[in-house]
């Protein structure tokens, strides 16, 4: 199971996401997760224990800590779980791997569910974590 914890301040873009990957697929099973804010990731984070969360999906501007404070804390609290970033800019789904930023992708606003779905199979389904 991929445990997804989706941080943006836009309640309704969880459900929407929701909706639409499991419309993409039966085969992968998730389990979405939703925090409004960067310290409640956080704390969202530091509940869960031994179920971790593999992948959190951040917008760039949150409303109480910019994206690069984010991936730090979580790069060093929790080193297993993966962040996409949402960014308005223009680049598809670029990979970052282990440049200076830590995130393993740039995800293009607005969100593309197909592709984004593409990105997590590929990166949870295909390599073991």
Do not use: W
């Amino acid at each position: 199971m991929v445990h997804v914890l989706l941080v943006d301040d836009e309640p309704n873009l969880l459900n929407l996401f929701k909706q639409q990957i499991s419309q993409s697929t039966s085969a992968l099973r998730f389990n979405f997760h939703h925090s409004a804010n960067a310290q409640e990731c956080i704390n969202r984070l530091e509940s869960f224990g031994h179920e971790p969360v593999l992948l959190v999906i951040a917008k760039v501007n949150l409303p109480d800590m910019d994206h690069l404070a984010l991936l730090k804390v979580v790069q060093k609290k929790f080193p297993r779980v993966k962040i996409y970033i949402c960014t308005e800019m223009s680049a598809p789904y670029a990979r970052k791997g282990n440049d200076d930023q830590g995130s393993l992708r740039f995800i293009p606003k607005p969100l593309n569910f197909e592709a984004l779905y593409g990105a997590i199979s590929e990166d949870f389904l295909n390599n073991s974590l």
